[in-house]
């Protein structure tokens, strides 16, 4: 299956919100973020919803969202798979969290712009104070900890068919990768805790590490002439369907 790879310009912005300040909403409904790192092989927040402790009043929050951006021009055909794998990291931090990936606007929408904090919140669709599920465009299923999740091996988000149709039609399809659990679905951690999930980028050292989409295309059988009957009009040959012949006497 053909891979597409992320662009380097892929990375974390995360959003910080104070002691005494607006907590989880403060930090989650932010339209700009407070920090981002575009040049890390890897992070052990690359999703992640982080609540402090605090001695009194709102306690701080972070929360961090990865972007990425996958150049599709040369996706020709119907895509008939497609699914994001991340290699996983930790470097010692838990791997408690869960995962979606949901279509964004960073990047200035075409790739041509560097992460910025402003990219917090480009995601179409989203809505302030409630949860994204019949807002945003998911790209993906969401991924809990429970399933699995590899600190050093690949791990799969199974794309939607909203990426495969965007996959076909645009030339870059940009990603946000958020937390589902508590990000996505708008819900405030009821204690201390930071779930969160680690991964790779671009940057990662070697192939086999970085951030990509693993896609498959439909058959789209055979397609000559036979007996001078035109491939279009041809549904079967020898009760076969034209779909899944990819030759005819070795043509």
Not at 10 to 21: A, I, N, R
Not at 93 to 106: F, R
Not at 147 to 171: P, R, Y
Request: proline content about 3%.
């Amino acid at each position: 299956m053909p891979l597409i790879y992320s662009n380097s310009a892929d990375g974390e912005v995360q959003s910080l919100q104070g002691p005494g300040g607006s907590g989880f909403a403060g930090a989650r409904d932010a339209a700009t973020g407070t920090a981002v790192n575009a040049s890390q092989a890897e992070n052990a927040n690359f999703t992640a919803v982080t609540r402090f402790g605090s001695r009194g009043g709102t306690p701080p929050y972070r929360i961090h969202r990865s972007f990425a951006f996958f150049d599709t021009s040369g996706v020709t055909g119907t895509v008939a798979s497609a699914q994001f794998e991340i290699v996983g990291y930790s470097a010692g931090a838990s791997t408690n969290g869960s995962m979606i990936a949901v279509k964004s606007t960073a990047f200035g929408g075409d790739g041509n712009t560097a992460l910025k904090d402003i990219d917090f919140d480009a995601i179409p669709g989203w809505t302030d104070g409630a949860s994204q599920a019949g807002n945003v465009t998911n790209y993906s299923t969401q991924f809990i900890a429970s399933d699995g999740w590899s600190t050093t091996g690949v791990n799969v988000l199974t794309g939607t068919s909203d990426l495969k149709t965007d996959m076909q039609n645009n030339n870059v399809v940009i990603v946000c990768f958020m937390d589902y659990t508590n990000d996505y679905l708008n819900v405030d951690p009821s204690s201390v805790s930071s779930p969160q999930l680690g991964g790779r980028y671009n940057e990662a050292s070697s192939a086999g590490q970085r951030l990509r989409i693993n896609y498959s295309l439909a058959a789209t059988g055979y397609g000559n002439d036979v007996i001078g009957v035109a491939s279009a009009d041809i549904g079967e040959v020898n009760r076969v369907a034209t779909a899944n012949i990819a030759e005819i006497n070795g043509l």
